[in-house]
Nanobody, 122 residues
Framework: QVRLVESGGASVQAGGSLRLTCGAS????????MGWFRQTPGKEREGVAV???????NYADSVKGRFTISKDNAKATLSLQMNSVKPEDTAIYYC????????????????WGQGTQVTVAS
């Protein structure tokens, strides 16, 4: 079992910045594909950014150039730096881990955190 705990969600003005952090385990961080996903009411969960153990990183087109995913294997943490945020970034953000690499499909991720709310005011 992999336990993931997100933190850092908050309310922020459009154009501002926010940093989300996910605490995991050293084994999970170094073995699994780790990603950030988000969901709004009535919509399907969508991949935001994923980082694989081989260093491959993928972003959703909607966040490219604004968000940066990173991980610290020694501290067993996954982060999402969110810059130039927009009202459409408002969602619950989830940290996830999965044994399949090179995919942003949320069905491929086995373990999930409880989520953290990000609200961007215009």
């Amino acid at each position: 079992q992999v336990r993931l705990v997100e933190s850092g969600g908050a309310s922020v003005q459009a154009g501002g910045s926010l940093r989300l952090t996910c605490g995991a385990s050293v084994y999970a961080i170094s073995t699994y594909s780790m990603g950030w996903f988000r969901q709004t009411p009535g919509k399907e969960r969508e991949g935001v950014a994923v980082i694989d153990p081989d260093g491959t990183i993928n972003y959703a087109d909607s966040v490219k150039g604004r968000f940066t995913i990173s991980k610290d294997n020694a501290k067993a943490t996954l982060s999402l730096q969110m810059n130039s945020v927009k009202p459409e970034d408002t969602a619950i953000y989830y940290c996830a881990a999965g044994s399949r690499w090179h995919t942003m499909n949320y069905h491929a991720f086995n373990y999930w955190g409880q989520g953290t709310q990000v609200t961007v005011a215009s």
